[in-house]
């Protein structure tokens, strides 16, 4: 672990990464309230705006692939600036989108420039922690999940205030005040490049990144554990209100509890990681998710209580999202002139893995949650076959 006499102390510069690396989440879910308000006001159908989530993510995934081996490159502070700079004049332009072309098209790059601000943020978190890097990446996941428990209802107030357009002027300021934070406190110092006298290219970083030993299981593991977890928010709905038949509200209070069980989570997992390591907690995190999800589907099969069911869940997606950070960590550790690129590399992985789940649960048409069960225990042999093929040596 890196030592903290350079820069600012941890108690500070963890917050200010959780807080960058909320920017796109903030920006995701703070604006779902006013999607009928927007498609009014734009003279549009709710359909289209609805939309300009899908570009989001394929304005995010553009993005990390281009900024991650220009932060490597070029160094990661200006590319947090610009990323951080280019969100905040972009979540201006929505403010002043005329029509829905125009709102479509700024969200687009809205989203493209708040890649380059979030993609850094491993890469400090791999510099200051090291072989630890899972413990610092719980921390930052630990905060940053504040952002899309609380977005919604800042949505929400904004809207009864003033107007849809006030939710794209905090996202201005917020991205303003990170800025101004940001040149403020000290960050961890560039790494110093092992051969300067022969530069890499842009694309040559991917080389090296696909290039070494083992890494396709190990970003194979990385995207699946992230696939669970899409699995569950793109599933949750369905799930909860019209398969367990929930209220609105109560499927909120149920949705924020899981939230906090993977905050326990993720504070278990700093304390864990020291000690065990991040390939056995990736090990014994697939391994009890597994174990979870064949007793979901026999609880589902035999119609078990409710209750039961929904401690299964809250427990299947806890255990996983132990299985997703330190999956992320093990490929990030074996980079430290490319920690952009490989960043960029498995978000877009991420979110492009992400984007199967919906199509693959809605093709079950099932009254009960066997399908998710079967879809998460799927995902977790899988994961543990990657993790057998990228980290022989177990715990």
Known sequence: ??????????????????????????????YLPAMSR??????????????????????YACGMLLFGPLADKLGRRLMLHIG????????????LAPDIGSFLAVRALQAFFGSAATVVVP???????????????????LIMMLAPLIAPTVGSGIMQLWHWQGIFVL?????????????????????????????????????????????????GASMLTSFAFFTYLT????????????SSSTFALVFGANVATLMLANIFNTRLVTRLGSKCILKLGSLLACLIALLLALG??????????????????????????????????QFSEETGTATAVMS????????????????????????????????????????????????
Request: net charge positive; charged share 10%; aromatic share 8%.
């Open 1 to 30: 672990m890196e030592s903290h006499s350079s820069h600012a102390s941890l108690k500070i510069l963890l917050p200010l990464l959780a807080a960058i690396i909320a920017v796109s989440p903030l920006a995701i879910d703070m």
């Open 84 to 95: 951080l700079s280019g969100f905040m004049l972009a979540s201006v332009g929505l403010v």
């Open 348 to 395: 877009t992985l991420k979110f492009g893995g992400g984007a199967l789940a919906g199509p693959i649960l809605a093709s079950f048409h099932s009254i009960s949650a066997l399908p998710f069960a079967m879809v998460i225990l799927t995902t977790q042999l899988l994961v543990l076959t990657c993790y057998v093929l990228a980290y022989s040596r177990v715990c």
């Open 38 to 59: 927007i498609a009014a006001d734009l003279h549009t159908s709710l359909p289209l705006v609805q939309q300009s989530m899908s570009l989001y993510l394929a304005g």
């Open 171 to 219: 996202l201005a300021v917020y991205a303003g005040l990170l800025i101004v934070l940001s040149w403020c406190i000290r960050l961890p110092a560039e790494p110093q490049c092992s051969a300067p006298h022969n530069p890499v290219s842009f694309f040559g970083r991917y080389k090296r990144v696909f290039g070494r030993a083992k890494i396709l299981p190990g970003i």
């Open 235 to 246: 599933g949750a709905p369905v799930l909860y209100m019209e398969i367990f038949g929930l």
């Open 123 to 141: 890469s400090y978190i791999r510099q200051i922690y090291g072989e630890h890097t899972a413990k610092g990446m719980s921390y930052v996941s």
């Open 300 to 333: 589902a099969s035999m119609a078990w209580p409710l209750w039961l069911q929904m401690i299964l869940i809250a427990g299947l997606i806890s255990s996983g999202a132990m299985a997703s950070v330190n999956a992320d960590a093990l490929v990030i550790m």
